[in-house]
């Protein structure tokens, strides 16, 4: 890779910290097998003083749903789970689903959430909001969650998505996208088929075998000093402190908690994180340690939604044209419709914080940013670092 234009992604870094976009970010890059770059900017905790660094713990939000994914495709690879099975076989609560209809009404699904409905985010199944019934009472049982996160029966998992399963789906399953709390029935399928907690089966099955030490649904202790603030925009140009448990998931990361939520509940640091990208990259192993097989790695970076339902997910989701979505992935299927330079196959995700995930195949290439603030994800600083990084290959 050319060094010196990829060293342009420390400008970027810095102007966003000096324009108090961002409180403190960081950037990794991997190209075939070696380091090509690290940069960083800024705080983690402008209170404190502290730098945002390599070892900085962020809260990942949406991009836990990568290793969610690869967790429900090691039970599918080992004939466990098949794509097409109904997840009332798992979760008898989603038996007899139905949907809300443009018109308001609650009627009786003739299909049923599917483990790929899952995985595709077709299953109807949203993050709250006001447009119908299935989101209201979405919206509701959210905040239950949130309420009684420091209770002393704050709601389980399982409870959670159990109770999931009595909401109406905003649509019926398989026609139409929408991004929602998919990920996190899919987490409480892994429980059920493997027996064993969600973070029990992550930590067994991923986080030991790849070496991610400070990756989970908690921060001990010990390391609770290297666990980054949240910061938000205040509208007048600055930060400010951002402590609320969105989603249900817990601020202060202190506890193990009740509600692991596969879609948005883990923390992890930017090596960490490098680590189960360079397995994806490298087909499913990593450093000697096999997790996922080949052909695997190949479905989850190769499938995409069909025609009519792609449609959908381009209307909702313009920002990632030239992608489609599958596997709780983007997968880029046309690079010349991208905000961004990019090359066909490429994939990942990121998180409402602001982390972000970039596997290239063709170019033997991953690409992670770190930063932590709210209503973030594929922003604009994204988009300057990926096009940064393509100019120097």
């Given at each position: ?196 907690k969600l973070g029990d089966f992550f930590r067994t099955r ?149 982390t972000f995930m970039m596997i290239d195949p063709s170019n ?27 100019a120097a290959l």
């Open positions: 890779m050319d060094h010196k234009q990829l060293n342009h992604t420390q400008e970027i870094l810095n102007n966003a910290v000096s324009t108090q976009y961002t409180a403190g970010a960081s950037c990794l890059v991997y190209q075939r097998g070696h380091e090509q770059g690290y940069w960083e900017a800024g705080m983690a905790d402008k209170e404190a003083g502290k730098k945002f660094s390599r070892d900085t713990i962020c809260r990942l939000y949406s991009m836990s749903k990568p290793i969610t994914s690869a967790a429900v495709m090691m039970l599918i690879e080992e004939g466990r789970i098949d794509l097409l099975d109904d997840v009332a076989e798992f979760i008898p609560e989603f038996s007899n689903p139905k949907y809300c209809t443009n018109d308001g009404r609650i009627v009786p699904s003739a299909k049923p959430v599917t483990i790929q409905d899952l995985l595709n985010m077709t299953s109807g199944l949203t993050y709250g909001g006001n447009s119908n019934e299935a989101e209201r009472q979405t919206t509701v049982l959210i905040e239950n969650v949130k309420a009684g996160i420091d209770s002393k029966n704050p709601v389980t998992t399982s409870d959670f998505v159990r109770q999931l399963g009595k909401i109406p789906l905003a649509f019926e399953p398989g026609t139409d996208y929408q991004y929602g709390l998919s990920a996190d029935v899919l987490g409480v399928v892994v429980e059920t088929v493997s027996g064993m991923i986080f030991n075998p790849l070496g991610m030490e400070d990756t989970g649904f908690y921060v001990p202790e010990e390391k609770q000093t290297r666990l980054a603030h949240v910061y938000q925009h205040t509208g007048h140009g600055e930060l400010a402190l951002y402590t609320d448990s969105n989603l249900g998931v817990q601020h202060s990361m202190k506890e193990p908690p009740a509600y692991e939520a596969g879609g948005a509940g883990l923390v992890s640091t930017i090596d960490d994180y490098m680590r189960f990208a360079r397995m994806l990259l490298g087909n499913g192993t990593f450093n000697g340690s096999h997790v996922l097989q080949n052909r695997t790695v190949n479905f989850m970076r190769t499938a995409h939604l069909p025609d009519g339902l792609q449609q959908s997910f381009e209307s909702k989701l313009p920002h990632l044209a030239g992608y489609t979505y599958a596997n709780l992935l983007r997968i880029m299927t046309d690079p010349g419709l991208s905000k961004s330079f990019g090359a066909a196959g490429e994939y990942g995700w990121d998180g409402w914080l602001g033997d290439l991953a690409v992670l940013f770190f930063t932590q603030l709210t209503d973030s994800g594929t922003t604009t600083t994204v988009r300057r670092i990926k096009n940064v990084v393509y």
